[in-house]
């Protein structure tokens, strides 16, 4: 590990008692014996997504396609769920959410079919090409016939065709030979496989996430290193210095005494896109009708909710203090280099007093201290993960914190992480839909 550049994970230990964390953790041994086993089988796994930021070969082989796009002034990412919030939460947790003011290539994700945001989007790239500007389309869907994804990219594609630069400015990212693949292969389209046993919300250190991140000038292979780090972290059973054990474990213990809400509260307004990932991750993941065998009804999952320090102290930190007692706060802060400090203007000291001259940061560190000494007066428990920096290598660390985490709370609750059956209802009754409508 880069000294100095290992995330930390914290809890109120009186919260939670001794004999409780062992018994829990017992339980574990068995999945991260398994665990460390899926590491020995490639990509034959349903865990495989541990084993992505080992994969040599895949590297190149984004970096090289990406390499060839390295030119673009648009990208465009056609995906929905796990095939865009990896991308999108790295890119704007690195590069600003506001990269598309200052950056190159913009790039901009079309993932619901809102009919207004489509528009846009497609006269955006049609305006890029106008000026004869390169443009990347890079459209992703693991199974490769997802109802949004196909329809937005049909979209852009007739804003392709207009200009005669279809095959060279579209990049498949999908499971080989799913239908989207073959029709690639047909279409003479660049593609990029996801391995099967990856599931989508698992996926970004995937083509799914590396290729558009890539070609965005994101550094991949440190990514993949704080993730390739943490990976060896969370396979210890030295539970207590296990951060995903001992965070799945508390999460779990909290759930049985009728904490089922976790609130993940981002200090850093760059990185809600990271709580829109997680969100995802965590009721994809462990929000299940049947136990692990589908045969006895559990009815289990945890409800995820995002907030952004110091902006949501000042909405839903009311009803955290003053609510009901059903909720677990993960604190999540981020080291930053950068010091802009209030200017000494003597007159504004009757406002707020002691703010002249301190940095933004020693305001936000008040801020976030304030709020978990009041946490703790109000007996509302909290976590805190503190990344050192805004880096490729932390974050990599902490989104395989995350989906491994998510992996061992499930195995607590018993149910399995990797399906979502209620997902596919909802997509199976779509289709049946569209089959009854007339053009």
């Given at each position: 590990?880069?000294?100095?550049?290992?995330?930390?994970?914290?809890?109120?230990?009186?919260?939670?008692?001794?004999?409780?964390?062992?018994?829990?953790?017992?339980?574990?041994?068995?999945?991260?014996?398994?665990?460390?086993?899926?590491?020995?089988?490639?990509?034959?796994?349903?865990?495989?997504?541990?084993?992505?930021?080992?994969?040599?070969?895949?590297?190149?082989?984004?970096?090289?396609?990406?390499?060839?796009?390295?030119?673009?002034?648009?990208?465009?990412?056609?995906?929905?769920?796990?095939?865009?919030?990896?991308?999108?939460?790295?890119?704007?947790?690195?590069?600003?959410?506001?990269?598309?003011?200052?950056?190159?290539?913009?790039?901009?994700?079309?993932?619901?079919?809102?009919?207004?945001?489509?528009?846009?989007?497609?006269?955006?790239?049609?305006?890029?090409?106008?000026?004869?500007?390169?443009?990347?389309?890079?459209?992703?869907?693991?199974?490769?016939?997802?109802?949004?994804?196909?329809?937005?990219?049909?979209?852009?594609?007739?804003?392709?065709?207009?200009?005669?630069?279809?095959?060279?400015?579209?990049?498949?990212?999908?499971?080989?030979?799913?239908?989207?693949?073959?029709?690639?292969?047909?279409?003479?389209?660049?593609?990029?496989?996801?391995?099967?046993?990856?599931?989508?919300?698992?996926?970004?250190?995937?083509?799914a996430g590396l290729f558009p991140l890539a070609v965005l000038g994101v550094d991949v292979e440190e990514l993949l290193a704080g993730a390739a780090t943490?990976?060896?972290?969370?396979?210890?059973?030295?539970?207590?210095?296990?951060?995903?054990?001992?965070?799945?474990?508390?999460?779990?213990?909290?759930?049985?005494?009728?904490?089922?809400?976790?609130?993940?509260?981002?200090?850093?307004?760059?990185?809600?896109?990271?709580?829109?990932?997680?969100?995802?991750?965590?009721?994809?993941?462990?929000?299940?009708?049947?136990?692990?065998?589908?045969?006895?009804?559990?009815?289990?999952?945890?409800?995820?909710?995002?907030?952004?320090?110091?902006?949501?102290?000042?909405?839903?930190?009311?009803?955290?203090?003053?609510?009901?007692?059903?909720?677990?706060?993960?604190?999540?802060?981020?080291?930053?280099?950068?010091?802009?400090?209030?200017?000494?203007?003597?007159?504004?000291?009757?406002?707020?007093?002691?703010?002249?001259?301190?940095?933004?940061?020693?305001?936000?560190?008040?801020?976030?201290?304030?709020?978990?000494?009041?946490?703790?007066?109000?007996?509302?428990?909290?976590?805190?993960?503190?990344?050192?920096?805004?880096?490729?290598?932390?974050?990599?660390?902490?989104?395989?914190?995350?989906?491994?985490?998510?992996?061992?709370?499930?195995?607590?609750?018993?149910?399995?992480?990797?399906?979502?059956?209620?997902?596919?209802?909802?997509?199976?009754?779509?289709?049946?839909?569209?089959?009854?409508?007339?053009?």
């Amino acid at each position: 590990m880069k000294q100095g550049q290992g995330i930390l994970f914290t809890f109120d230990k009186a919260l939670i008692g001794e004999r409780q964390l062992a018994a829990a953790g017992k339980r574990l041994l068995p999945e991260l014996k398994a665990m460390r086993a899926a590491t020995k089988k490639g990509y034959e796994d349903d865990r495989a997504s541990i084993n992505l930021p080992f994969d040599t070969s895949m590297v190149r082989q984004v970096k090289a396609l990406a390499a060839e796009h390295r030119d673009t002034d648009l990208l465009v990412v056609v995906g929905i769920g796990g095939s865009n919030l990896g991308a999108m939460a790295v890119q704007e947790a690195l590069l600003g959410r506001l990269h598309n003011e200052t950056g190159r290539p913009r790039v901009y994700y079309a993932d619901t079919v809102d009919e207004r945001k489509m528009r846009d989007i497609a006269l955006l790239l049609d305006d890029a090409l106008r000026r004869k500007g390169r443009v990347l389309v890079n459209a992703v869907s693991k199974s490769g016939s997802t109802t949004e994804t196909v329809a937005n990219l049909e979209v852009l594609l007739a804003t392709l065709k207009k200009y005669d630069v279809t095959s060279t400015s579209v990049v498949v990212t999908t499971d080989e030979n799913s239908p989207l693949w073959k029709l690639a292969a047909k279409s003479g389209f660049a593609t990029l496989a996801i391995p099967k046993r990856v599931g989508g919300r698992y996926s970004v250190f995937s083509p799914a996430g590396l290729f558009p991140l890539a070609v965005l000038g994101v550094d991949v292979e440190e990514l993949l290193a704080g993730a390739a780090t943490m990976r060896e972290r969370c396979l210890s059973d030295d539970i207590m210095n296990n951060p995903a054990a001992i965070a799945a474990i508390i999460q779990y213990l909290h759930y049985k005494g009728g904490r089922n809400i976790a609130e993940l509260f981002l200090f850093a307004t760059d990185v809600e896109s990271v709580g829109k990932w997680w969100r995802q991750l965590l009721a994809e993941s462990c929000g299940k009708e049947f136990d692990r065998s589908g045969k006895r009804r559990i009815w289990a999952g945890i409800t995820p909710t995002v907030s952004i320090g110091s902006t949501d102290l000042h909405s839903v930190a009311q009803l955290a203090l003053g609510g009901p007692q059903d909720k677990l706060t993960t604190f999540v802060t981020v080291g930053e280099k950068l010091e802009t400090r209030v200017p000494d203007l003597k007159e504004y000291e009757s406002l707020v007093p002691n703010l002249q001259g301190k940095s933004l940061k020693e305001i936000m560190d008040a801020i976030l201290q304030g709020a978990m000494i009041a946490y703790g007066q109000g007996k509302r428990p909290y976590c805190h993960i503190e990344l050192p920096s805004c880096s490729a290598y932390c974050l990599g660390q902490f989104l395989q914190l995350e989906m491994m985490e998510t992996m061992l709370l499930a195995s607590l609750l018993d149910v399995n992480p990797f399906d979502q059956p209620g997902v596919e209802s909802y997509k199976a009754e779509t289709r049946r839909m569209l089959a009854t409508r007339r053009r």
